[in-house]
């Protein structure tokens, strides 16, 4: 393990995302959008499998930092097909440093960048006036949107690693992350979807961290937090593992 | 093969689906050498060097750098190589000194070595003054010597260059290869190129591999893969044409050839440069005046010819300038 592997590749992470303003701005336009037109679109309407007491808005911020979690963190993933387009991927491959560490240092500069953007959109929806009901468990919000991001660059490496290029791109795009999205009950209450679907969603672990996430912030979700925790720890720790193993078996051309 | 040699390479065989880009090769690159690979596009020279480099697994054979073998130790070849890629591999959201920098943090440089190393590969390549340039501004031959400047950066033993100065202009190139030849002279760095360029091969490279579909069809040293061609051709224009002097220069013994074109004598024969004095002492004291002498020596190029009864520059420059401008294009296209 290279401790100062896993840092330069963050800090390069880290210069590109504030060198690349547009890209900050296109990433948060996107669930800002659908936190605003969706929230106001549908706030007074009565959304059934609501919690008493609960208004949309305040129940689609959860699920719009898991969208952009989800979002921003696969990309972060991915990235790596652009690093293989541009031919720095060569210049990381071939340096003496465990692929262990690339994949860690990926991964905490993909988790801090997916957090500096969740927290900008947690400030939208505070000036949109959302209140996190209490501030000692938002405190625990940070620890889920981490593993969260670290679950879904770890989905996005392995498909990285099993691409050669970004043809691959739109196929995940359209066939992985929406249905991932959708599925996760993001955007509705999940007991609004027949039976067969709801078992499915229960597969998705973004489910489990939109739903801790409910459960810190609003204090009203569909399982324990505990078993949110749990669940969202494994999956992260899963696929951490999966996206670091297929990332070095595969060839790095 | 001795076992203190930088590279050992034993029936290496890379397939690509069908397409075998190496085919069955083996080789041994000694240490403190500098070995060229020299052939067309296609060839298999970057294949067989990203193999060296532990990005490509090879299909079948054997290959250790600096000892180790590059599937079972990976580690600890890249621990002892320097790679200049053919292709740009910097980091065009950086600038040129974070890209030396976060490649001197890679290799575990300390803060110090870092600064002094980097602002000597810098003042290397010319640089010093666009070092806080962001590379995507940079213009292509700038790209090229901040590559080169990298794969310094950390002192390699063994220095793999692809394509080392395709694309820079005359003075740079010599510039590098004046480099080229202190760190392989100096620093006794093996450095292992790749290039259509027959000068770079001729003037750098200890021994030549020449590469055509894969395999070798010759390895020597440049001096030796000429002398195969029948050594050097001396032209003789001659005035008050006596053929007398034919007939004399064929009991000379170390004229290989002789050919009679009217009034000039195309001779073939070794260290030519020696023998003009004597070949005009004879033609005069036979009747004849020469005019003028012309000495050519074989070139690799000509060699390559000989092997392949193909030209390698024209194919060569061409299609790889054809595949850089192609890729240009798609960056572009795509940021």
Request: proline share 3%; hydrophobic share 45%; with cysteine.
């Amino acid at each position: 393990m290279s401790y100062i592997a896993i840092y330069v590749l963050w800090l390069r992470e880290m210069k590109r995302f504030w060198r690349a303003k547009s890209r900050i701005v296109g990433a948060l336009a996107m669930p800002l959008f659908f936190l605003a037109f969706l929230g106001l679109g549908f706030n007074r309407m009565g959304i059934s499998g609501l919690s008493p007491g609960i208004n949309y808005i305040s129940f689609l911020v959860p699920g719009i930092l898991g969208m952009s979690l989800l979002f921003s963190s696969t990309f972060g993933g991915l990235s790596v097909l652009w690093d293989k387009e541009f031919g720095f991927m060569k210049e990381i491959m071939v340096a003496p440093v465990s692929r262990v560490s690339i994949v860690l240092g990926r991964i905490a500069g993909g988790v801090t960048t997916a957090l500096i953007q969740a927290t900008m959109i947690m400030a939208v929806a505070m000036a949109m006036g959302f209140r996190p009901f209490s501030w000692l468990l938002f405190s625990l919000s940070p620890i889920i949107m981490i593993l969260i991001s670290a679950c879904f660059l770890g989905l996005g490496l392995s498909f990285a690693s099993q691409m050669k290029d970004l043809q691959g791109f739109s196929i995940v795009m359209n066939f992985v992350i929406f249905p991932l999205f959708f599925l996760s009950g993001a955007l509705y209450p999940m007991d609004n979807f027949p039976h067969w679907l709801k078992i499915i969603s229960f597969l998705d672990p973004l489910t489990y961290g939109v739903d801790g996430l409910r459960s810190v912030l609003i204090g009203a979700s569909s399982f324990a937090l505990s078993l949110d925790l749990i669940v969202i720890f494994i999956s992260a720790l899963g696929m951490v593992i999966l996206g670091a193993y297929l990332f070095e078996r595969s060839e790095s051309l | 093969m001795k076992m203190d040699d930088s590279i050992i390479v034993k029936n290496l065989t890379r397939k690509f689906g069908e397409l075998v880009a190496v085919n069955n090769i083996s080789f041994s690159v000694h240490q403190g050498e500098l070995f060229g690979f020299l052939g067309p596009n296609g060839a298999g020279k970057t294949t067989t060097i990203n193999i060296l480099a532990t990005l490509l697994r090879p299909s079948a054979g054997q290959a250790f750098v600096a000892g180790h073998e590059v599937t079972r130790s990976p580690h600890e070849v890249r621990r002892n190589i320097g790679v200049v890629f053919q292709e740009i591999a910097l980091d065009s959201k950086l600038t040129g000194q974070e890209n030396l920098e976060f490649h001197a943090m890679m290799y575990g440089l300390s803060k110090q070595k870092r600064r002094s190393r980097i602002y000597e590969v810098l003042s290397l390549v010319d640089l010093v003054e666009k070092k806080d340039m962001l590379v995507e501004n940079y213009s292509g031959g700038m790209k090229r010597r901040l590559e080169i400047a990298r794969g310094l950066v950390h002192s390699p033993r063994i220095l793999f260059l692809d394509e080392p100065t395709l694309g820079l202009d005359a003075q740079t190139r010599r510039h590098i290869w004046e480099y080229i030849k202190r760190l392989n002279g100096e620093e006794k760095v093996t450095i292992i190129l790749t290039t259509h360029y027959m000068e770079e091969a001729d003037n750098l490279c200890h021994r030549v591999a020449i590469m055509d579909e894969g395999k070798f069809v010759a390895l020597d040293t440049p001096k030796k893969l000429k002398d195969l061609l029948g050594g050097d051709v001396v032209t003789l224009e001659l005035e008050r044409f006596h053929p007398a002097v034919i007939q004399k220069y064929e009991t000379l013994p170390w004229i290989k050839t002789i050919k009679d074109h009217n009034n000039s004598l195309l001779l073939t024969m070794e260290k030519a440069e020696k023998r003009i004095p004597g070949l005009i002492r004879v033609a005069e004291t036979n009747g004849n005046r020469v005019t003028s002498v012309s000495l050519h020596k074989p070139s690799l190029e000509d060699v390559f010819l000989y092997f392949t009864g193909r030209h390698i520059r024209d194919e060569e420059a061409n299609s790889i300038e054809r595949q850089r401008s192609k890729f240009r294009h798609h960056i572009r296209g795509r940021r």
